[in-house]
């Protein structure tokens, strides 16, 4: 038996044919040193190992498949080739197997054959052939946006999911897809972000900037999808030095709704006026799910904050907001005061009168009667 010298990095070759078979029975002993040192010396003895092993694929054993799949993607980049074309295979296993050692090897060369998997009439072939293109990585991003066109929704699905996976390196991709005129490509690709998460929420925040509406409306979508992890920036958004930015931020976090109540309540307290002003039209925009932690804030120390808690009940004119906004006619606060004798106003419910009729010297309650009176058709 010989040893053929290879390029640096490689394994030694043995350049004896004879032990094949017998090594390829080993990799299914019970004794896992023995299969270890068989699949050492397959690896050793290299391309003309391959086609035996790629036989070895068939075999129920998944045990004897993986490692017969770890020989192969040490035999090197030469295993390419007949690879490649057990991705044809009749037998499903083959092509799955053939599928996660090509994704090992982690060819560019593999990419256009794998992304021709993901149309495999079997779905463990498929979900293979997108698990070997995550682990190629990069060289796979642009294919892989371009499976997004397709009329498979299950090829779509997989490069979708495959994207994902890739994570951080596929994200500026898929925010050019936001702009695709095709309707499924732009769904995709929201799909994409929206499970990618945390890595893709400020460069999204970033095409809210975006001079096209409909790409703004996808990028909406898509954050109010990521949904928590996007709430503290979309606060922060709020104080954009671009309008359209901050008007964007503020829809997102009215579409996230519940979850960003608390948030929003926090930023009642923030040192800008207008993002406290946004986030009061934020959590009137999210409705009767804010008007209790807005009812709690009407005790906050702060004057600003109960101002604007005071005029976000107004605008959602719910009745429950009645009995604590008749409190905040007596706040320290004259402001306060008037601002809770509009939002009553506003409400409009008639059964309040008795109660504003006691403090009617106050302009602002006059007003808030002369508002119920007229939009109930009651007399004075």
């Known amino acids: 038996m010989t040893i ?6 490689e394994p030694e070759r043995i350049n004896d044919l004879r032990g094949v078979e017998p090594l ?14 068989a699949a050492e010396a397959l690896v050793k003895i290299g391309v003309p190992a391959i086609e035996p092993l790629l036989s070895v694929l068939q075999n129920k054993d998944n045990d ?39 994704g090992e090897i982690n060819d560019s060369r593999a990419v256009e054959p794998l992304l021709g998997a993901l149309w495999d009439e079997n779905s463990n072939v498929r979900e293979q052939a997108a698990e070997a293109l995550v682990k190629i990585g990069a060289p796979a991003i642009e294919p892989l946006m371009e499976a997004l066109w397709d009329r498979n929704s299950e090829v779509r699905d997989q490069a979708a999911e495959a994207l994902v996976k890739i994570s951080a390196p596929a994200i500026e991709p898929l925010l050019g897809a936001l702009r ?14 929206d499970e990618i998460g945390w890595p893709a929420i400020e460069p999204l925040l970033g095409a809210l900037q975006n001079k096209d509406n409909d790409i703004r409306r996808q990028t909406i979508e ?23 930015v901050r008007r964007w931020a503020a829809e997102v976090l009215d579409e996230i709704g519940t979850p ?20 009061a039209k934020a959590l009137v925009k999210i409705g009767t799910p804010a008007i209790k932690p807005l009812i709690e804030a009407l005790q906050d120390k702060d004057n600003d904050v109960r101002q604007r808690a005071v005029e976000a009940l107004g605008e959602i004119g719910d009745s429950r907001a009645v009995e604590p906004l008749i409190s905040a006619l007596r706040d320290n606060d004259w402001i ?4 809770a004798a509009e939002a009553l106003g506003q409400i409009g419910d008639p059964r309040i009168l008795p109660e504003l009729e006691q403090t009617a010297q106050i302009p602002a309650v006059r007003e808030a009667i002369e508002k119920i009176r007229a939009k109930n058709n009651l007399k004075t």
């Open 64 to 102: 004897i498949r993986r490692q017969t799949v770890e020989v192969l993607s040490k035999i090197s980049t030469s295993t390419i080739a007949p690879l490649l074309g057990a991705l044809r295979d009749r037998n499903s296993d083959v092509r799955q197997w053939a599928a996660e050692a090509l």
């Open 180 to 193: 695709d005129g095709n309707s499924d490509v732009r769904r995709w690709a929201v799909k994409a972000l």
């Open 222 to 244: 898509t954050l109010s999808k990521v949904s928590t992890p996007a709430i503290e920036l979309l606060i922060g958004a709020l104080r954009n030095n671009h309008i359209d």
């Open 336 to 339: 306060t005061r008037r601002l």
């Open 24 to 37: 390829l029975g080993a990799l299914r002993d019970g004794n896992s040193d023995v299969r270890e040192q």
């Open 4 to 9: 053929i010298p290879l390029k640096s990095g």
């Open 260 to 279: 960003a109540i608390e948030p929003l309540l926090g930023a009642l307290r923030n040192n800008d006026w207008f993002v406290r002003g946004q986030a």
